[in-house]
């Protein structure tokens, strides 16, 4: 199953590094999605610093959902559904190695969207230690949940549109979580924010047990 | 190595397998024929373990497809009409990742490409960048690097040049000689009935009838 995952995950990555899609469309989607932010709430300087941790993970979100989608486009073409079907690749470990690269793409992201924060409204980085648990950790959850409801819309034409629709309302309690973490961490409170980070671990565990188990059966169907 | 008797397949409520008998043998090169929507390709995908059985009896490599229709695929190989590949990824990439995927080594994928005459600069090119033919010769390479026991081929002559489709005869014949079985269709039946030991006419998803070929173009 890890030699699965593995070379499906090597394998998307070499497609993302080949294809540049991540770097042409989804770096420069995130970073407009801040400016926008910073365009929208430029008045009150004091408001858009307090802001700051949830813009960020909005920003995450509305981007990673276009480096998910991008991750089930690339099996849905021309008969590679089939082909993986075919394989012999274990479905638990296509769904790790979908996970760790839709993951990889993500740490990416939230890096340039931590440099852009910064600059763009003047945010200074405190806790450092709460910060990078956190985007470990909701980066975990974000990518497990994104994998599994991603495989679920990866067979219909309104893939596009539907996966939103069912991934953001999943993911609020990570957004919830994650801007709590990070407004701890920023205010210099960093006790009250590790509670969010257990919670953001259960939720990654339940569904890396849940896509082990359910991505097979979901797949067959897509 | 092919038992279906009666074997039924639906797609939707549709019946596009309507009750089909078939058997085939070991080193076999069976070829269907038949009109367009007449169960040929259905047929394949449902050999495949991609269609299930609904009704009739399926067996296929000693696994029966009723009761479970997955565990077959690994040990199949199935040329369709989608080419099964990866466009912004290099053939000799694409050609390694199914390699990989199936359990086969690299050397696996190196010779196929050879055989295929995907060596050399022609392996650096990404796919989408590649003619109809060139995908397809791809495809075939990642299909025989899996070294599959059932090869079922939906129109293996469409898009090649004379010069590929004698490449694909070719692995046909060596394939059958290495003793898998090869289960084809194709409209480009003055070929395929040269290179098929059994003909198997199909219409309106069942079996009309069958017949020897053995190379002298005797279609019953």
């Avoid at chain 1, 760790?100 to 992201?109: C, D, E, N, R, W």
């Avoid at chain 2, 009761?67 to 695929?73: A, I, L, N």
């Amino acid at each position: 199953m890890l030699h699965d995952a593995w070379l499906i995950a090597r394998k998307d990555l070499k497609l993302e590094i080949r294809s540049r899609v991540a770097l042409n469309q989804v770096v420069p989607f995130a970073l407009l999605v801040l400016v926008l932010f910073a365009f929208a709430l430029d008045p009150d300087r004091g408001l858009l610093e307090k802001a700051t941790p949830g813009l960020y993970w909005i920003a995450v979100l509305f981007s990673g959902l276009l480096a998910m989608q991008r991750s089930f486009a690339v099996e849905a073409a021309d008969g590679v559904t089939d082909a993986l079907r075919l394989s012999g690749l274990a479905p638990a470990g296509i769904y790790l190695g979908k996970t760790l690269s839709v993951a990889v793409q993500l740490l990416v992201l939230e890096v340039l969207l931590g440099v852009g924060v910064a600059v763009l409204y003047g945010t200074s980085m405190t806790g450092w230690l709460l910060l990078l648990a956190t985007i470990v950790v909701a980066t975990a959850a974000i990518s497990t949940a994104g994998t599994l409801f991603g495989v679920v819309a990866a067979g219909l034409r309104v893939r596009e549109t539907l996966l939103p629709l069912l991934l953001l309302p999943v993911l609020a309690p990570v957004l919830i979580g994650a801007t709590r973490a990070f407004e701890a961490a920023l205010s210099g409170t960093p006790s009250e924010g590790w509670p969010w980070v257990g919670l953001m671990s259960v939720f990654a565990a339940v569904y890396v047990v849940a896509g082990i188990f359910g991505f097979g059966p979901l797949m067959e169907e897509s | 190595m092919v038992h279906l008797r009666g074997a039924v397949a639906l797609l939707g409520r549709f019946p596009a397998l309507a009750g089909v008998d078939l058997d085939v043998d070991r080193r076999r090169i069976v070829l269907l024929r038949g009109a367009n929507g007449a169960g040929k390709t259905t047929l394949l995908r449902a050999l495949a373990g991609l269609v299930p059985i609904s009704a009739g009896e399926a067996i296929v490599l000693g696994v029966d497809l009723r009761v479970d229709h997955k565990s077959v695929r690994p040990r199949v190989g199935l040329l369709a009409h989608g080419a099964g590949l990866y466009d912004e990824l290099s053939v000799a990439d694409n050609v390694r990742f199914w390699t990989l995927a199936a359990g086969a080594v690299l050397a696996d994928a190196e010779s196929a490409m050879a055989r295929l005459g995907l060596d050399g600069r022609l392996s650096d090119v990404s796919v989408g960048r590649l003619s109809t033919g060139q995908r397809r010769r791809t495809s075939l390479a990642c299909l025989i690097a899996r070294r599959p026991e059932l090869w079922l081929l939906d129109e293996p002559h469409a898009g090649l040049d004379k010069e590929g489709r004698d490449v694909v005869d070719e692995l046909v014949r060596d394939a059958a000689d290495a003793g898998a079985t090869i289960i084809l269709s194709s409209h480009e039946l003055d070929r395929a009935i040269d290179l098929a030991d059994e003909i198997v006419t199909l219409g309106g998803g069942v079996a009309l009838d069958d017949s020897g070929a053995g190379g002298d173009g005797h279609v019953a």
